[in-house]
């Protein structure tokens, strides 16, 4: 079992850091599996065993030509690029480290034409050390397949068919169920990095609060064959340390802390320290050194309300996606300093990592920007229990909290979207899957976006928080506003008075095409998704008021692309903001109503 990646990979004065993003040569498999394993096209550059296509990393494939074929590709294809490793890291006797931040959906990764890895679930970091296969003296060849088939195991889950098409040749079709693209490629950035021999492996940070006082808890772990000794900092933010120990693990007390906030809920959102450790060898050198920034911050919870730092809070914010044109589900940082402004304009304090964990580099801008975050796994809609599901499921749950712990942002652990939480076996299902949570963190309640009703729902037991998505107005009485918000307020005291524990609506919305205009409101006009809102907002208002409500986070941000349906105009259109991140008149409503809550808080 590969184990992903803990540490975001950074130069410091020990490490070296490079990025190997940029355009690679591509090149689609035929439809035989086999085929480019059988004429060794990862053992000498793609260029010399056929013709190649350039492809932008990191970027989904799908989209970048002209061509049907490469969009709905369905099975492999191949990268390859060649880079140099310095002649000084091998010098300096430097450990030298390939990480792919990620591909989508399994991907096995050639040096030189030696396997070094394998991976599967897209959305989630590997790494692997390579010094002993690398050249120092010559460039060395990186070669990836990746594959994007979905099938009853894969998370999330699909379905493979032949289809017979012209001279008797047959055409994979992949269908799924969720609802939104299934975009592949090399989605993440690739970074070459150095460490030396003995080096820090992996740093866990709790906090804890007490009056004014902060509680930095932490664990620094190392991997050498001699002994260090370890050295730890905390700075704040004017580069000033705050807290010092000379313990690998240990607590330390931080008086008069600057807490970490939510946006808006204070004049200093995010507040972040500097957490530095280094290891230091026996004659006093420096070995190795990592710093990351942490926020210091609690998250508690009752059966009725969550508490940041010990003040209830009420989460206001959006479902989303990784999605743009051109770009898929390829990291950009254009695209995410312009969401996190939007976000900030619209005066949202939280979003759902729907339905996946999105690049660290977006908890990273979270964290600085006090934005709270419901961190969810890649599970798809689970509708099979079996076994194997299960360990993946549990995979995908283990990479993904080594991966983001630290974040002060990450206030919520979403382990599914939409189960089948009727059926029986969810019961146990979400039974283990909730203890294996627990087994690696106690900080953060756990939850799941739930759409089954709760008259049947067999989930909800095991969990913190009961999320449920509901699309009233839409999917159900398609065009009448009529019962809106006598149906929301119902359902939410339902699911309350059903496990006594505080309730969010993680989902609700309509489809919407920007600019079509109909009064009175008609589905899929800017009308309709403000009038469908505004009658959301009176449930929610009532809801508060009870008080087991902690949360509202409309369907969606913003319009993404999705597999082709009848239902699907374009992609599905329940954003407040167009798919070039324009507002519909839903995202001045939106507006209006989350800073009014921000300055009554
Ligand atoms: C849902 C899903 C989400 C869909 C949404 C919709 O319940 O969780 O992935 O996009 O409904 O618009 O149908």
Redesign the pocket.
Known sequence: VNPGAALYPRATETRDLRNLDGVWNFRKSPTDPEFGYKNGWFEQDLEKTGPVIPMPVPSSYNDIGEDASLRDHVGLVWYDRRFYVPIWWGQNGQRVWLRFSSVHYASQVWVNGQSVMYHEIGHLPFEVEISDVVNYNTSNLLTVVVDNTLLSDTVPQGTIRDIMVANNKVRLEQTYT???FNYAGIHRSVFLYSTPQTFIDDVIVNTDIQGLTGFVVYNVTYKSASNAQCVIQLFDKNGTQVAGSQDCAGLMEVGNANFWWPYLMHPEPGYLYTFKASLIGPLGELVDTYSLKVGIRTVTWSNTTIYLNDKPIYLRGFGMHEDSDLRGKGWDPVLWVKNFNLIKWVGANAFRT??YPYAEEIYQMADEQGVMIIDECPSGDTDIFTDSLLEKHKQSLTELIRRDKNHPSVVMWSIS??PRSANYKADAYFGKVVKHVKSMDLSRPVTI?I?QSYLNDKAGQHLDVICF?RYNGWYSNTGSLLNIASYVTEEATAWHRRYNKPVIMT?YGADTIAGLHLIPEYVWSEEYQVALMSEHFKAFDRLRRVGFFAGEFI?NFADFKTTQTITRVGG?K?GIFTRSRQPKASAHHLRARYHSLAAAE
């Open positions: 969720f609802d939104f729907s339905h979207n939409e976006a759409s998505n989902e369907w599905n329940k």
